[in-house]
């Protein structure tokens, strides 16, 4: 997938920093849903970030970012394909807590993706900035965990540091990147895991052409993780990793020709090799440490990847 008003008191304006306060209400949830929407449709339809940077952050800005980059050079007049994104049956859980940044998860589907429930992250680090979408991932329909809520039916952030996880939440970025380098346990066996590793390793050596892997995390500022509250202890946790691929071809061979939107953001010459950067954003289920089930592995959702960069060489 290449892809998408005040409303507390005086007393929130001065306290918000340590009063445990719900991130927003649920109509202005709604709100910033909409307003996302239809500035990711002027951008798509234009390629042109600027008309939706005000409303997306960390992940999800640079994957789409560069998707619009992309598009823009290889269609400066414009996306001639473009299909507006609209989001029906949307699910706002709204965590309360103390403290900046505060943010809320919609779940919604989508008339892109299939059956699929696009998972959408809203975070701020102020009442006087725009929610923004950091993390945005797609996930099979009945994947989305029942989440422990108050007596009002405000979610519970869990904090990155919380020890009660199987792997904390702030780890979980170097966790899975060394993984992906090494194996190991502490990860289910699926796509985006067990499965990742495998086709790595298939194209890792191909007549005339190696490819290398560096995978790195990416924690800070708006690619931290951000998690909640599962009705059965765990946690539902949204974090971003950081890749890159470099393809090089062997004397006398060389690497294939690279699509149009690759080449738009390439630079430099490809000659003998070419290294593709990727930003990756994750969603899993982190269940509670010791739950006596047998396993303490994190299960992937979703994950959703997007070239940034590319330099030819």
């Given at each position: 997938m290449t892809a998408l008003s005040l409303?507390?008191?005086?007393?929130?304006?001065?306290?918000?920093?340590?009063?445990?306060?719900?991130?927003?209400?649920?109509?202005?949830?709604?709100?910033?849903?909409?307003?996302?929407?239809?500035?990711?449709?002027?951008?798509?339809?234009?390629?042109?970030?600027?008309?939706?940077?005000?409303?997306?952050t960390g992940a999800l800005a640079d994957i789409d970012g560069a998707r619009l980059k992309a598009g823009h050079t290889n269609n400066p007049g414009g996306n001639s394909a473009h299909q507006p994104l609209k989001l029906s049956d949307a699910k706002f859980t709204i965590p309360k807590k103390a403290g900046w940044p505060r943010w809320f998860l919609a779940d919604a589907h989508a008339n892109k993706g299939g059956d699929a429930r696009w998972l959408l992250v809203f975070t701020r680090g102020s009442l006087t900035e725009p929610f923004q979408v950091a993390y945005l991932t797609l996930v099979a329909p009945g994947a989305v965990p029942e989440f422990t809520k108050d007596k009002d039916g405000w979610a519970e952030a869990v904090p990155a540091a919380?020890?009660?996880?199987?792997?904390?939440?702030?780890?979980?970025s170097a966790r899975y990147t060394t993984y992906l380098k090494n194996g190991g346990s502490g990860f289910a066996k699926g796509a985006?895991?067990?499965?990742?590793?495998?086709?790595?390793?298939?194209?890792?050596?191909?007549?005339?052409?190696?490819?290398?892997?560096?995978?790195?995390?990416?924690?800070?500022?708006?690619?931290?993780?951000?998690?909640?509250?599962?009705?059965?202890?765990?946690?539902?946790?949204?974090?971003?990793?950081?890749?890159?691929?470099?393809?090089?071809?062997?004397?006398?061979?060389?690497?294939?020709?690279?699509n149009q939107d690759v080449q738009a953001l390439t630079k430099g010459e490809i000659k003998q090799s070419l290294t593709l950067e990727f930003v990756s954003n994750e969603v899993v289920l982190d269940p509670k440490r010791g739950t006596g089930s047998g396993s303490d592995e994190i299960s992937m959702l979703g994950r959703i990847q997007g070239l940034t960069a590319a330099r030819g060489g």
């Open positions: 409303t507390a008191s005086g007393c929130v304006v001065v306290h918000g920093e340590r009063e445990v306060l719900p991130a927003t209400t649920r109509a202005e949830a709604a709100k910033a849903l909409q307003r996302f929407t239809d500035a990711y449709n002027a951008a798509d339809k234009a390629y042109d970030s600027s008309l939706d940077e005000d409303y997306v919380s020890p009660e996880l199987a792997i904390q939440p702030r780890d979980l985006h895991t067990s499965g990742w590793r495998a086709q790595r390793t298939e194209d890792a050596s191909r007549p005339g052409l190696a490819t290398q892997y560096i995978d790195e995390p990416l924690t800070n500022g708006d690619y931290a993780p951000l998690a909640l509250r599962t009705a059965d202890g765990g946690a539902l946790v949204f974090f971003t990793t950081h890749h890159y691929a470099k393809q090089t071809a062997a004397a006398g061979a060389s690497v294939p020709t690279p």
